[in-house]
């Protein structure tokens, strides 16, 4: 229970010896006697309000999303990008020497030549979001794990527990890690098992992974330019999810034409060549390189090396601006999927890697003796970030009719008896109070002159049981509530430091928000505890009477962007980022529905009264 201060010093005097209280009398005992706390809970009215965007800014968002999906409310929604190329430093260096010392003639050093670079292969990458969450630390992941609270589980059913295999340099997930015939326990040589292989789980990927696809890549042709020349470059240019540059024809070469079906693990690729050095290990069966799952697309090699290394201290190289106007960029579609599958892709490590090889003069450390000199081919890779602007173009059905009325019902002042909610497209309005006059609401006066001790206010959320058969994992597993006038967090938000360990989008478990499930797993509401921002209201410390409430993919990520309201006079609005980041949406019960329907949505104060 929270206790006030006020309480405590109403109470405190009983910490005083009594020698000091000099008019301590019988009936002031009797007094406190009688202060008997009784805790209750009472339900208040709030009121909902349905808003629509027509579009939301995509330039900013820390992923990149890509693919199809239909869901049963809202509709099919298509996403595609568009996105700079990004030099990792200006003027660069291909090979050991730049392009003006190959040139030259210098007599005095044999080793520089003509490197003649040439291109050998160019692969788009786009890593998915993976975790390697393991609570008790026994090798197993979590989502893998026979018991993840427990590492002496045993997840392959063999006879050797998972951190016995694990601390061995075994597979737990494996009887036989070497696929010998041999099971562990038995095998006295598993050195053909690699214990480097790392297992990941991946996240953030709706519908079926197992689906198929063609995706495309084209040379973009449009300049994104950072800065907005309508605002004399004085500020950052906003780039809406409606931009489909693809559509609009400002495209060129196609890059790639892959049909894809999504490998979800580790990637791992072997040396080339056999060291004739170590004549008892052969190179070509160990792994060089290992990367975590990821769409990992070949891209048309000639195009690069003409755009690129032949391009070696051009000024086109000089400097990311230059590049950039001259390679404006790629587009990145999607189409044809045998099944539904919308991805989530992690922008660390999203990049283009080019590798070439090129010509180098080999002494072999005779630097004398030139009979020996060799001139071999040596393999670099160079690489294009995504770091600069992304543009996700995310074209969405037609609006649902439903939502339609909401809307309108909204608009005309009415609050709506259903709310609807998805990512990027519908949000909510909350009124607190809502017989608010012009002075004060009434229910707020009369809540300031009770005596209470506010334990907890909490705001409540029911799923509508008419769309209770919508797919789970398109249902948003988490809800954000925030002062809708400013886009600012509740004090609530900021003063919840809790943090939990069992996955992404945990954190701050007292404000709440998650999806929860009744007795039966059947998913039933969402709850947010707004305890400080009510006692601010009541004490006026704060006049945000209107919440916002959206979808969120990352409660960690409070930062805002620009919106554009699909109705109303005041189109443009500030919008939480995270709310963007995904496609899944859930459809809740509103406050104009019947009085002594249980689901309707409602502010409850639990409270301690004398």
Known sequence: ?????????????LAIPLSCIKEY??????????????????????????????????????????????????????????????????????????????????PSSIKIIPENEKVTSVYLELPF??????????????????DPEDPTSNSDSDELTDIVETQAGLNPLSADSDGDGILDHNDQDNEGYDNENTVYEVDSLYGNPKASFDLKVYELTYFLNALDPAKNFTANK???????????????????????????????????????????????????????PRLRVPLNTQFFQERLLD???????????????????????????????????????????????????NTNGTEEDTDDDVIEKVKKEFILSLSSVRVNTLLTSAENSF?????????????????????????????????????ESTILTNLKTKNWLINQARLVFYLDPEYANVTPNLLAPRLYLYEYENGAPLLDYTADNSVTTTGGNTNKTVFGGFLEYDDSNRPY??????????????????????????????????????????????????????????????????????????????????????
Do not use: C, W
Request: cysteine-free.
């Open 1 to 13: 229970m929270r206790f006030s201060f006020k309480l405590l010093a109403s109470l405190g005097f």
């Open 25 to 106: 009398t019988p009936v002031g005992q009797e007094l406190l006697l009688d202060q008997t706390l009784t805790t209750l809970t009472e339900a208040f009215p709030i009121e909902t309000y349905q808003e629509g965007l027509a579009k939301v800014q995509t330039n900013s968002l820390p992923l990149i999303q890509l693919g199809t999906i239909e869901h049963p409310v809202f509709g099919r929604t298509q996403a595609s990008l568009s996105a700079q190329l990004t030099l990792q430093s200006a003027n660069p260096t291909f090979g050991e020497y730049t392009q003006s010392q190959e040139e030259e003639e210098n």
């Open 129 to 146: 979001f993976t975790n390697q969450n393991d609570r008790d630390g026994d090798g197993v992941i979590d989502a893998l794990d026979a």
């Open 238 to 292: 906003v780039y809406y999810s409606d931009e489909d540059y693809f559509s609009k024809g400002f495209y060129s070469s196609e890059l790639s034409d892959e049909r894809i079906t999504l490998n979800l693990e580790e990637l791992r690729f072997n040396y080339e060549e056999d060291d004739p050095e170590t004549a008892e290990v052969n190179e070509t069966t160990q792994v060089e390189t290992r990367l975590s």
């Open 311 to 361: 391009l070696e201290g051009s000024e086109i190289l000089k400097s990311n601006g230059a590049f950039q106007r001259a390679m404006k960029g790629i587009i990145i579609q999607t189409a044809n999927f045998s099944e539904d599958l919308y991805m989530l892709l992690n922008t660390q490590g999203a990049a283009v890697k080019t590798g070439y090889k090129y010509d180098k003069y």
């Open 403 to 439: 939502v339609a009325q909401q809307i309108e019902k909204s608009d005309n002042g009415n609050p709506t008896d259903k709310l609807y909610l998805q990512s990027g497209r519908y949000h909510g309005k909350i009124k607190l109070f809502p017989d608010q006059s012009e002075s």
């Open 525 to 610: 509401r969402y709850t947010f505890d707004i305890t400080k921002h009510i006692s601010n209201l009541i004490r006026n410390e704060s006049s945000n009477f209107d919440l916002g409430l959206v979808v969120q993919a990352n409660i960690e990520d409070i930062a805002l962007i620009e919106a554009v309201k699909s109705h109303g006079a005041e189109a443009l609005i500030k919008y939480p980022r995270a709310a963007a980041q995904n496609n899944l949406g859930s459809v809740l019960i509103g406050s104009a529905t019947a009085e002594n329907n249980p689901l309707k949505a409602q502010l409850e104060i639990t409270y301690a009264s004398f």
